[in-house]
């Protein structure tokens, strides 16, 4: 079936320092992908997505790259902020009927000033 | 983007009560609304898929007399945790989607506790 495979936190980094958090996935076909944001107590917010290979998404300074080859999608962003301090889901949507999203296990990250 | 709102976002019960959680979609109509719950530290873990008008799907394992879900409207799901225990406090999140392979709009999240 399918998954998310994403690197265990929790990742602790000073402000202004790069971020990296490796996601990568199993599925037949080609699914889109998303990476979601959980603040603390909250639901989770979109914060991009891509739908087919070697799309880039990008929002708030993240990027994320659809890499078919590798089957990944690393979310990255160069100059983390402590108000970034979150957990973060990698998460896939197969192209098949049923809508379910696949989560990977969550890496939680932690900014300090 | 599109606006999920989940209510309450935090309850308390007595164990043996039951306790109602909505979940609206404010500006599209949800042809799908899942319900997850999340433990501490962990992934969301699927529950159930409701569609509008139908019985909703279960995930294997979830227990469908303990937690029902009603789907009675395009914009409005409900999950009824049945008759409480302390087990099932947890963190319950829906979500929808206003059609097919479209992406999915979270609500806030409702933190349960049966004391």
């Known amino acids: 079936g399918d998954s998310v495979t994403q690197m265990e936190g929790p990742v602790t980094l000073s402000e202004e320092a790069f971020l990296t958090i490796n996601c990568t996935y199993t599925a037949t076909g080609y699914p889109s992908l998303f990476w979601y944001v959980q603040y603390p107590g909250e639901g989770l917010q979109l914060l991009l997505k891509?739908?087919?290979?070697?799309d880039k998404g990008s929002n708030k300074g993240f990027e994320a790259t659809y890499r078919k080859e590798t089957t990944s999608f690393h979310l990255e962003k160069g100059s983390v902020q402590v108000s970034d301090s979150a957990v973060y889901f990698c998460?896939?949507?197969?192209?098949?009927?049923?809508?379910?999203?696949?989560f990977g296990g969550g890496t939680r990250v932690l900014v300090k000033p | 983007g599109a606006v999920v709102s989940q209510h309450p976002s935090w309850v308390i019960c007595k164990s043996g009560t039951s306790v109602k959680i909505e979940c609206r979609s404010l500006?599209?109509?949800?042809?799908?609304m899942f319900w997850y719950r999340q433990f501490p530290k962990q992934s969301l873990m699927l529950m159930a898929t409701s569609n509008e008008g139908s019985k909703a799907t279960y995930e294997q394992g979830v227990e469908k007399d303990k937690f029902l879900i009603n789907h009675a409207s395009l914009t409005l799901s409900t999950l009824t945790v049945t008759s409480a225990h302390p087990e099932d406090s947890s963190f319950y999140i829906c979500s929808a989607i206003p059609g097919l392979n479209t992406e999915a709009f979270f609500g806030q999240g409702t933190r349960l506790t049966v004391v």
């Open positions: 891509a739908t087919k290979a070697d």
């Open positions: 998460a896939l949507l197969p192209k098949a009927a049923g809508n379910k999203l696949t």
């Open positions: 500006d599209f109509q949800a042809t799908t």
